[in-house]
């Protein structure tokens, strides 16, 4: 989740409620209790200079479960920074919160949301590290917020940099307004399996 110097506080509240909203939903539930373990393991990273993992792994198998979940999304405290590091970020991920899945996983996604492109000044840059994590397994997915100075061409550059690995895709949300709808279908989508077809607010990879 992206905290950077763009997202004020009304934006940080917004997608913390879009999150929450989205683990209480009824189609997100259904969704979870039709799979193959009937459950799926959840955590949340927000990042900006850097990131840090805001919500360790719980498991939701219920609905029971997704309000705990949800509760604890809507209470985590704010991260700040200035910058939209999103390599740093994926390294992290990477190297330190996937290796901690407490159990074997028949599928690891990754979603990606921020309302900007990488601008920090490193020397690894974001896609060759969304390449490190697909070729080990994690499928890396989009939710680029499109509002302000990046809105025109955000999407491409998440198609490009972030999306990555077997059924992968981007969804955009139309502003900040708009995050709480994209995620709740993107969750929909991820836990069902049934990739949407590319088209105007779409892009996926098969």
Do not use: H
Not at 34 to 39: D, E, F
Not at 85 to 111: G, H, N, W, Y
Not at 140 to 162: K, Q, S
């Amino acid at each position: 989740m992206d905290v950077s110097s763009s997202v004020d506080e009304r934006r940080y509240q917004i997608q913390l409620e879009g999150i929450a909203a989205a683990l209480e939903d009824k189609g997100v539930i259904d969704a979870i209790l039709s799979g193959p373990r009937k459950s799926i393991l959840f955590a949340v990273v927000s990042w900006a200079d850097r990131p840090k993992l805001s919500l360790p792994w719980i498991r939701i198998a219920s609905k029971e479960d997704a309000a705990v979940a949800a509760l604890k999304v809507r209470t985590m405290p704010r991260e700040n920074g200035d910058f939209t590091c999103l390599s740093k970020m994926l390294r992290f991920v990477t190297d330190k919160i996937v290796p901690q899945i407490p159990e074997p996983a028949l599928k690891v996604v990754v979603d990606v949301s921020g309302d900007g492109s990488d601008n920090c000044n490193t020397d690894e840059p974001a896609k060759a590290v969304r390449d490190e994590m697909n070729g080990r397994g994690t499928t890396t997915n989009g939710l680029p917020i499109l509002e302000g100075r990046e809105a025109a061409t955000l999407e491409g550059w998440y198609r490009e940099n972030v999306m990555g690995g077997p059924g992968s895709f981007v969804l955009p949300a139309n502003g900040f307004e708009d995050f709480g709808r994209a995620i709740r279908q993107k969750f929909v989508v991820e836990i069902s399996g049934n990739v949407p077809s590319p088209g105007p607010f779409a892009s996926s990879r098969q």
